[in-house]
């Protein structure tokens, strides 16, 4: 069994990653993680922070001459702006003035901060906001690194792009090949169609202007996944429940989908469900795939010559799944904080005021994509050891 933790503040002085059960003799490259980190830094609607960090992975353990040894894999990756920070965000003990200075007492409508303080007690929202930033997702992404490299030696791609920011939407058919060269293509909105990669990026400089933030929605298949994982005997055995967890669980995303899931409810079953056919092995020839099932990896195992032409369900069935790329939609809501913030409520004076200002995105949809990898990637190589 796989597992992940991650450990860190925003403004603290790094951001520590454990992966423990990862099995040994597989190549790791320092490199190939730091690409990933690069995709999270990059992206129209990113805020200050990224001009401060450059993101880079140090791994500590866990691998040997450029290949895992089957021991717990640590990584760490230093915040530059911890410097800028100093007694704000301390280790030791501080004085009362500057323990009194450094609080924060108007928490965010749409934040963590107050649901925080009101589970701890805290009188600072600060102990909050730090551990529940987007930031933490860094960790993410580095661990993601080693998860992909893993699927790799099993043939398994990840790769997502942008389909909706705010009201535009995608509406064009798209391969899987688009998709993995949105980021060369397209790195500030990572769109596939590049007359709405315009009208997004337009949307998010108006945004900007307006001092209000934006939403959207990322939608990531992981390709080469093999019929048969995951298993429909238990709640918690589920693969498409395991993914909708660990997809949930990235900052600012409210929902999510298994392939086109939201209009599908809306559609009678016969419109829904992917019809099942069968190839004999002395046929070489495949129908022509409508979207969802691009090349003949997607059809399944040497052995299986069942095959969808749709993939209206989004590779999984009952939990399981069917040889069809795996689609998933995650929906992120608009940023918290507001650079003309919402009324909230002073922890401290119990008065009216400004929620706090923390420096922070106006749209985080292009770089979240890389996140919606990362946590997808644990899910199935979790499930293929």
């Known amino acids: 069994m796989i597992r992940l933790m991650t450990a860190g503040e925003s403004h603290g002085k790094g951001l520590t990653i454990i992966i423990d059960g990862m099995p040994a003799g597989i190549p790791i490259s320092q490199d190939f993680i730091n690409r990933e980190l690069e995709k999270r830094q990059v992206g129209a609607g990113s805020g200050g922070r990224q001009q ?48 009194e200075s450094a609080k924060v007492t108007q928490p965010r409508p749409g934040h963590a901060d107050l649901a925080g303080v009101q589970k701890h007690g805290f009188d600072d929202v600060r102990n909050v906001l730090e551990r529940a930033s987007a930031r933490e997702t860094a960790a993410r992404v580095a661990a993601g690194g080693i ?35 949105t980021y060369e293509n397209d ?19 108006r945004a900007r202007i307006d001092k209000d933030t934006l939403g959207g929605v990322v939608e990531t298949w992981a390709v080469g996944v093999p019929a048969g994982r995951g298993d429909y005997a238990q709640w918690d055995t589920k693969l498409d429940g395991q993914i909708a967890q660990a997809m949930m669980s990235i900052q600012s995303v409210k929902a999510v989908e298994i ?26 020839v495949i129908p022509d795939p409508d979207r969802g099932s691009m090349d003949s990896r997607f059809h399944g195992n040497d052995k299986d010559m069942y095959f969808r032409k749709t993939n209206r369900a989004g590779g999984i069935e009952g939990g399981v799944t069917n040889g069809m790329p795996i689609i998933v939609r995650v929906y992120h809501k608009p940023i918290s904080t ?8 002073d922890i401290k004076t119990k008065q009216s005021a400004d929620a706090t200002v923390e420096r922070s995105d106006i749209c985080v949809v292009p770089r979240a994509g890389v996140v919606s990898e990362a946590m997808l990637s644990f899910v199935l190589a979790r499930e293929m050891v």
């Open 338 to 345: 507001l650079y003309k913030p919402l009324q909230t409520v």
């Open 259 to 284: 392939g086109p899931a939201i209009e599908n409810a809306g559609k009678y079953g016969s419109e829904v469900h992917d019809e099942i056919h069968y190839r004999h092995p002395e046929s070489s």
């Open 147 to 181: 998860f992909k490299q893993y699927l790799l030696t099993k043939n398994i791609e990840i790769a997502s792009h942008t389909l909706q920011i705010g009201d535009i939407k995608v509406d064009s058919k798209y391969s899987f090949d688009y998709i993995k060269n």
């Open 187 to 205: 790195p500030e909105i990572r769109c596939v169609d590049p007359g709405k990669s315009r009208e997004m990026k337009q949307l998010i400089q």
């Open 52 to 99: 401060v960090e450059k993101d880079e992975a140090e791994l500590l353990s866990g691998v040997r001459f450029g290949k895992s040894i089957g021991s717990p894999i640590s990584m760490i990756i230093w915040n530059k702006d911890h410097n800028n920070w100093g007694d704000k965000m301390s280790i030791e003990e501080q004085s009362d003035e500057i323990v």
